[in-house]
């Protein structure tokens, strides 16, 4: 009996941390800190620089989180999990949210139980060829020579496209990434085809990077976005919207820049809503009113954040594509604020 | 001249033969020379064998130096700065506090260096001979250091709280190698007594948790302890992870030592069990003073070889989600400013590792040499 009550209070005193929870706002809010999933590393979308702060396009989301909740980008743990770790994670709660490259897909969202709240990154299996191929699109490479990853979606993706289009192509299959690279940068195939966000990642490690060119046409759907836990949905709120936020300042014209300006003279209703000059929306997420304003204040709207960290001006060099604005002909679309 | 002197006793003695001295030995037999024909070029098959040795060597090695060090960059601040085509050692420089500490924040990393130096001098103290109080020293390593080490580097007592999530880098690797080596020889020592014990339950426990853990791969316990451990737990709790990765490592490496340790004590002669016996010890007297000193000498290779490998299988924690060395490295070369520096962050990472894991290797092989008393061939 005694050994028993002794083994209870031991393991009781072991997870004190989050029983009683109200809910994952209340407990970010009483932790003073956000806990973040990233990736393990992965180049213009989460990676450590060299003073230790995480950067990149994913760790954005993070940080445009943690400042709508504090006002402050650098309330935020990133917690590292691999492709094998992050759905536990997130389940044992052992991280408020995710935001790593995870495709949204039917199983995640309904049989793991995961809400994802928006697509911050379309991705999709693409092409490079040299330039001096002078290939404009995707359905100019009948006959070409194609690397691919063996026994992946991709190789699949790349049989069904070409068939699809009457087009015929030489696949040269390799285990890994690095083999596929080197393959390509030997000229032991015309077209290096993978999801075009780690196309832009390996173009930068070839050795001459700007002989070479990602084709506009993308062959697959990878919606990345961050995701919660299924249930709290005070908290998919907060995450969905600050996402939200940082695509409808792009839309607004709103910038980290002219924020303040807008704030203080703006006519335009859905900016000063947003802004929370008009309205009281902040609140009704459980934040304050200016939350909007702080996040586009601390980490910049949607295209600066992707001019920052994938851009063409970055050494992942990646186009907008699909992912711009609806307005500009690519697919970003969030709902009005209102 | 004393051996011309025989006037005095009128006695003829025969004249002594005094040997000239010795010419020294052929130029080709000695020294450098000497020793590349002996070995070398012993006849024309061994010398074949060298000459294309040479010529690879005149192959692999040029490039290599030249990448590495001649027309490498060592200077620097960022990626731009190295313009001389050969490795970046840039990266390295700039990186390393962060190779080393991980996440930890910059004004605390004075105590993970105090920590793991107090360790360390202590460690080298102990295991050097003939300095006085050595038996205080190893006591005080065994009790009050790791509580010591743990209050230093997780903080309290007026040091602030740093969480397991940001150690990382080397520090990480050097802390779960030390757990897991201070503690899988003991418990690997217990189960190994425990395996050849005379009681059923105990023996039986011992072999099935040996046989259990053995059978499974150190990354599936480590996996288990990340996906299956959180569903036996209240909801919403949150059990260290790196606590978690310690206990797997312990618990794994323990398993492989008490295989080790049981050859020791399986090649002990029967009469040594007997003799103490016989002596009126009881089991643990006899153990502790017969036994097991002559059968944990006997497996001393055997031991150092787990430890380093326990000291390399620390990589795999990167599974997990624990930013140790290899896995500090490979995410800084996935920051886009320097992008394509695998090789020197793998280099780097090689060759720490290669100088504990020699340094474990060449203090096995002195330890091994001092106790080698009895059972000389």
């Known amino acids: 009996m005694r050994y028993t009550s002794l083994c209870a209070a031991g393991f009781a005193a072991m997870f004190v941390a989050g029983t009683a929870s109200a809910g994952t706002l209340d407990d970010v ?68 949210m995710l935001a790593r490259n995870t495709t949204w897909t039917f199983d995640r969202d309904v049989k793991l139980g995961f809400e994802f709240t928006g697509i911050n990154f379309y991705d999709g299996q693409g092409f490079m060829v040299r330039k001096d191929l002078g ?115 792009e839309e607004l014209g709103v910038t980290s820049q002219n924020v303040d300006d807008m704030r203080a003279s703006s006519k335009n209703p859905e900016i000063r809503r947003l802004l929370g000059v008009e309205g009281e929306y902040g609140p009704r997420l459980g934040l304050a009113n200016d939350w909007a304003y702080n996040i586009i204040k601390t980490v910049g709207n949607y295209a600066e954040s992707y001019e920052r960290n994938v851009g063409p001006n970055t050494p992942i060099g990646l186009e907008r594509g699909v992912n711009a604005l609806w307005t500009d002909g690519g697919i970003l679309y969030a709902p009005p604020f209102r | 001249m004393a051996t011309m002197d025989t006037s005095q006793s009128g006695r003829e003695t025969p004249a ?46 040029p490039p290599i130096l030249d990448w590495a060090i001649f027309s490498a960059d060592f200077v620097g601040e960022s990626r731009d700065d190295c313009t001389s085509g050969g490795a970046c050692w840039v990266f390295i420089s700039i990186r390393f506090d962060q190779f080393i500490y991980g996440f930890y924040p910059e004004a605390e990393r004075w105590r993970p260096t105090l920590a793991v130096g107090l360790g360390l001098l202590c460690l080298v103290y102990c295991l050097t001979d003939g300095v006085p109080f050595r038996k205080y020293v190893a006591m005080f390593l065994c009790l009050p250091f790791p509580i010591i080490a743990f209050f230093l580097l ?25 757990v897991g080596i201070a503690s899988s020889l003991p418990i690997g020592i217990a189960l190994a007594l425990g395996r050849r014990s005379q009681m059923p339950v105990i023996r039986m426990i011992c072999i099935g948790f040996i046989e259990f853990v053995r059978a499974v791969p150190l990354i599936t316990v480590l996996f288990m302890s990340l996906v299956i451990l959180p569903l036996f737990l209240p909801p919403g709790s949150n059990f260290d992870q790196l606590l978690r990765a310690l206990i797997g490592v312990s618990l794994f490496s323990a398993a492989y030592m008490a295989e080790v340790v049981r050859g020791g004590l399986q090649a002990m002669p029967k009469g040594q069990y007997e003799a103490a016996q016989a002596l009126g010890m009881n089991y ?25 490998g326990l000291f390399k299988d620390t990589t795999l924690v990167l599974i997990i989600g624990l930013v140790d060395l290899l896995a500090m490295i490979q995410l800084a070369v996935t920051d886009s400013k320097w992008i394509g520096l695998a090789t020197e962050g793998y280099a780097f990472c090689a060759i720490l590792f290669f100088i504990f894991c020699f340094g474990m290797s060449q203090y096995s092989m002195y330890l091994e040499r001092k106790l080698h008393t009895g059972h000389k061939r």
């Open chain 1, 29 to 96: 809010k009483a932790r003073g800190e956000l806990i973040c999933g990233v990736t393990t590393g992965l180049a213009g979308f989460a990676a450590p620089d060299d003073k230790g702060e995480w950067a990149g396009f994913d760790v954005d989301v993070c940080r445009a989180v943690a400042t709508g909740v504090f006002g402050d980008p650098k309330k935020v743990k990133f917690v590292p999990t691999t492709g094998k770790s992050r759905f536990p994670a997130l389940q044992s709660g052992e991280v408020d």
């Open chain 1, 135 to 249: 290939v404009k699109s995707a359905y100019e490479l009948d006959g070409a020579s194609v690397c691919v990853t063996t026994g992946s979606t991709t190789e699949l993706n790349l049989g069904d496209f070409f068939r699809a289009n009457n087009m015929s192509y030489t696949p040269v299959v390799y285990e890994k990434a690095d083999e596929i690279r080197t393959a390509y940068d030997a000229n032991r195939c015309d077209v290096y085809t993978t999801d075009r966000s780690g196309l832009a990642a390996q173009r930068s490690e070839l050795s001459n990077p700007d002989d070479h060119v990602v084709l506009p046409e993308v062959i697959s759907k990878e919606p990345l976005g961050p995701l919660v836990q299924h249930g709290d949905h005070q908290w998919g709120d907060v995450v969905r919207w600050s996402l939200n936020v940082m695509i409808i300042a």
């Open chain 2, 16 to 61: 002594v033969h005094v040997p000239a001295p010795d010419l020294p030995p052929p130029a080709t037999e000695v020294g450098i020379i000497g020793w590349a024909r002996a070995n070398l070029f012993s006849n024309w098959w061994n010398s074949l064998l060298t000459l294309v040795g040479i010529y690879l060597f005149y192959l692999i090695l």
């Open chain 2, 154 to 178: 997780s903080g309290g007592f007026g040091l602030p709280h740093v969480e397991t999530p940001k150690w990382g880098g080397f520090l990480l690797t050097i802390v779960i190698a030390s």
């Open chain 2, 284 to 308: 643990w007297t006899m153990m502790r003073l017969i036994i097991l000193p002559q059968a944990l000498k006997i497996v001393i290779p055997a031991i150092v070889s787990s430890f380093i």
